[in-house]
């Protein structure tokens, strides 16, 4: 199954590449908010620092091997027969990894009133996550990049909106348990800032998305 080793490569390079591509404009949109406020001199020091040790450290290593969880998953799924059964357990197996390196939920406190909602959102997120990758891996035809894939995977336009606009709603749904109480995030400082660059950092990386699909199907 050559396909599959091909198809694997080609999706880790392009998640991987989206991911450092969120790091560094998480980076610069905590810069501007920390340059909007009167007395964020005071914490900027603090939260450049926790942002740049965690986004060198935990952020990069959690991602990455949230990645690998999703793509390994999406292969024995399909190495072993793609049943419903066998998606159902792979979801049940591989779910408390993903959820111990999911960046959202790590950064909240598990004694939280909404911590619950946040696990099931992010479970929520990966079996979204798990069906997105095996449509990929499955493909057969000769494609060359990850813009061939894409059009291989998802056949139209709109089928790949649909799709991308479901993992989107699940990402938003993360921001907003956040938002609505921000006393869930184990921050000792600059809770405020940490949620106003997320939620740009969200409309941004939407907008990048969606504008993606356009020249992928053009």
């Known amino acids: ?69 999703s793509l390994e998953a999406g292969k024995k799924l399909l190495l072993n027969g793609n049943s419903e059964a066998g998606f159902n357990n792979i979801i049940e197996e591989n779910f408390p990894n993903f959820l111990k390196y999911d960046q959202v939920t790590y950064q909240c406190s598990k004694h939280h009133k909404n911590y619950e909602k946040l696990k099931i959102n992010s479970k929520d997120t990966f079996i979204n996550y798990l069906k997105e990758v095996k449509t990929f891996l499955e493909v057969k035809e000769d494609v060359k990049d990850y813009g061939d894939l894409c059009r291989a995977a998802f056949k139209t336009k709109e089928i790949a909106t649909s799709n991308l606009m479901k993992q989107l709603e699940l990402t938003e749904n993360g921001i907003k348990i956040i938002e609505e109480d921000p006393s869930i995030l184990s921050l000792p400082t600059g809770k405020k800032i940490i949620i106003k660059a997320l939620r740009k950092g969200f409309e941004v990386t939407k907008d990048e998305f969606i504008e993606a699909i356009g020249d992928t199907y053009i």
Not at 3 to 13: A, P, T, W
Not at 25 to 49: M, Y
């Open 1 to 69: 199954m050559d396909y599959l080793e091909r198809n694997y490569s080609i999706v880790k390079e392009r998640m991987i590449f989206q991911m450092e591509n969120s790091l560094a404009l998480g980076r610069k949109l905590i810069d501007s908010e920390l340059d909007t406020g009167i007395l964020n001199f005071i914490v900027r020091p603090i939260v450049k620092a926790f942002y740049d040790y965690w986004a060198q450290h935990d952020a990069r290593k959690g991602t990455l091997k949230q990645i690998n969880i």
